[in-house]
């Protein structure tokens, strides 16, 4: 398994008339955290699309525990619990500054060639920043 | 059953650099169907809320099949496949103007009342609304 | 000059904390509106781009007059009044459904080739679609 | 003067299908960074807004003059120029990673009570705050 925090302020703009977030700007949120995580690990998402490997959304799926608010200072803990295939699956919890858990999420995404728009193995890199943490696994 | 086809036309804004639309904007067009989904059937969201009735979402689950484009004109269809209680769930699916599935969700709310915060049942205008819908059930 | 009228209901999500619909958020109403302006002239801004003609926004100027709401139905006003050259300025007017001038805005785009990615020519429908509205001009 | 730098790295959500930052994305970064200018001074938007005063904006002028790109980290400067009474005004440049001038803009927020939604004056604290950077003026 491998895991990263990744801290995110709220902003004015994401909250609604209920006055909380809006439920459709998490999405951003995981976004931002995943990129944070390869960061952290050395892989720039930049640079795989700039090797021609997109990484698309296949599926999404969210529940909503309780809500952040306007100012919030969330941590966005993400994590990769197997190791990924032409799919990677990137596991999300996202805690308030007091500590409690809000929301979760799994996001399934799949590495796509851009050139010919199908799907392609896992870059070389990704993958051996990933091995190490799936060690017992064959 | 209830069904509701609601057209939307895609904005510059929700693509992204990929050239598509962002997977995070289609919460924004699950919440515009379902609204004129109620609408058509003489409910006003907006009425619901000014009587102090929320309906957050609690859970929303997202397949991504195609991708939709600048300026496309979507065909989303939202459907309630069962009397709703505590609960409603929302069912999507998201053509393109050729006909194609691209998207599909299920998104689930609950009624809040905004004075408690605390779940309520479903505003007796909205059962009224959908009881003949599902009169084979109990 | 040239006017076109086109209406645009408000998203939740377009809304923010203040209960009204956040600032920010008007920029993706103009682009709406000039797109279908262009759109009822038997104009694709697709097309354009489809033809490497890209109208990035050059200058953005907005005064907030009053609020928009939820669920409100607007009316996006939008006017050429100069003929274009290399720029051209779209003007807004915002009404609510009461009437109420809630918004103003001017928007400066210019024509770019895609390719050089430099300013260039107004497309030759474009010119052809509005030089009838601007008759006494050279 | 009071100046603050902030740094704000661009998300994927945030471009769009030319491959660059949203013209109308921009509002959220001055947003974001007029918070974070207002904390780093000891000011909480959050408690100001809890204490009754809202911020909402009136006007909003911008001009793009080079693109941002997914990822860029870009350092918004945001400066406080004459001393504020029922009006602030917020004077912005944003900066890429190169040092490089991609966006200039102004935006006037007005005092607003929230139980009157009427003008008042600037919250002492934050005059207090602003005061000795504008020694010279009466």
């Known amino acids: 398994m491998y895991t990263y925090d990744h801290k995110i302020r709220v902003r004015y703009g994401e909250t ?12 951003l949120y995981y976004e ?4 944070e ?13 700039q090797r021609g490997i997109m990484m698309p959304v296949m ?13 919030d200072l969330l941590t966005v803990r993400v994590a990769i619990r197997q190791p990924p295939g032409v799919r990677i699956v990137f596991h ?5 500054q007091d500590g409690q858990l809000i929301n979760e999420a799994e996001l399934t995404l799949v590495f796509v060639n851009e050139a010919t728009r199908r799907p392609c193995r896992i870059p070389q890199e ?6 190490p943490h799936f060690a017992q696994q064959p």
């Open 126 to 131: 990704l993958k051996a920043m990933l091995e």
């Open 37 to 49: 995580m390869l960061r952290s690990a050395g892989i720039s998402y930049v640079s795989l699309e």
């Open 16 to 27: 609604d008339k209920m006055g909380v977030v809006y439920h459709g700007c998490y999405p």
């Open 59 to 71: 599926e999404m799926h969210v529940r909503y525990i309780a809500s952040a608010y306007y100012d």
């Open 32 to 35: 931002e955290a995943r990129t």
């Open 92 to 96: 999300y919890q996202v805690y308030n």
